[in-house]
C-alpha cells in the first residue's frame, strides 16, 4: 500500500472566476499529487460581508486589470474562460445564493457529482454567458452534467431546506475561521497543521508544502487528454 492521501479543501463559489481556476489546476493533480480533495461549496457574499472585504470589480482600476489578467490566464490554463457581457447584473446583482445551495445539497446527497456540477455551473456563467439564477438553468447545468431529472430536481426542491442552508452557512463560517477574506482559498492539512492558501495562483507554493513537483498547470498526463 502507498502512502495516504493528503487533504486538501477548497472552498469555492461558481460565481468566482478565480474559483474556477483553482478547481480546474486541483482536479488536475489530485490524483497526480495524491491528495484528498475535498470540495466545498461556500457563499462568497458571506464572506465578503464577514471581512467588510469588497469585489475588486467594484474598483475600476481593479475591474480593468481583471478583465485582462482573466483573458491571459484562461488561455494559459486552458480554461475557456471569458467575462459575462453584463458582468456586474450577472455576479454583483444576482449573486450565487441558489447554485451555492443547489451545490450544497449536491454534496449532502450525492457528493460523487459534485465536481461535474460545479463545472457545469461555472461553464455556464464564465464561458457561455448564461444564467446561473433561475430553477431552470441550474437543473440544465445538472442534467448536462450527467444528473437525471428526477435527481436534479429533487435538489432542487431542498434549496430552502434548513439542511441545505445551514451546511451552507456552516461551510462559509468555516471558511471565515481560517480567514478568507475571499475565494479560492485551499486548506492544506499536513502533520497536524494547517496552511491556508489564499487565490488560484498559489499552486507552486502548494507543491512545495506537499513536496511534490510542479508541472505547470496542465500536467502531461492531462495535457495528453485534452
Not at 479560492?184 to 507552486?204: I, N, Y
Request: a neutral charge.
Amino acid at each position: 500500500m502507498g502512502p495516504l492521501p493528503r487533504t486538501l479543501e477548497l472552498f469555492y463559489d461558481v460565481v468566482s472566476p478565480y474559483s474556477w481556476l483553482a478547481f480546474e489546476v486541483l482536479c488536475r493533480y489530485k490524483n497526480i499529487w495524491n491528495v484528498n480533495l475535498q470540495l466545498r461549496p461556500t457563499l462568497i457574499a458571506g464572506i465578503m460581508k464577514d471581512s467588510g472585504n469588497k469585489p475588486p470589480a467594484l474598483l475600476p482600476r481593479k475591474a480593468l486589470n481583471m478583465r485582462h489578467d482573466i483573458r491571459l490566464l484562461g488561455l494559459h490554463l486552458q480554461i475557456p474562460i471569458h467575462f459575462p457581457k453584463d458582468f456586474f447584473s450577472v455576479i454583483l446583482e444576482k449573486g450565487s445564493l441558489t447554485a451555492m445551495r443547489f451545490l450544497t445539497a449536491v454534496k449532502l446527497e450525492h457528493p460523487e457529482m459534485l465536481e461535474k456540477v460545479s463545472r457545469e455551473l461555472w461553464m455556464r456563467v464564465w464561458s457561455r454567458d448564461e444564467d446561473i439564477t433561475e430553477p431552470q438553468s441550474i437543473l440544465a447545468a445538472a442534467q448536462k452534467a450527467g444528473m437525471s431529472a428526477g435527481q436534479a430536481q429533487e435538489l432542487l426542491g431542498r434549496v430552502s431546506t434548513p439542511q441545505v442552508k445551514n451546511q451552507l452557512k456552516e461551510t462559509t463560517e468555516a471558511a471565515c475561521r481560517y480567514g478568507a477574506f475571499g475565494l479560492p482559498v485551499t486548506v492544506v492539512h499536513l502533520d497536524d497543521e494547517s496552511h491556508v492558501l489564499f487565490g488560484s495562483d498559489r499552486m507552486e507554493l502548494l507543491a512545495h508544502l506537499l513536496g511534490e513537483k510542479w508541472m505547470g498547470p496542465v500536467p502531461p498526463a492531462v495535457n495528453a487528454r485534452l
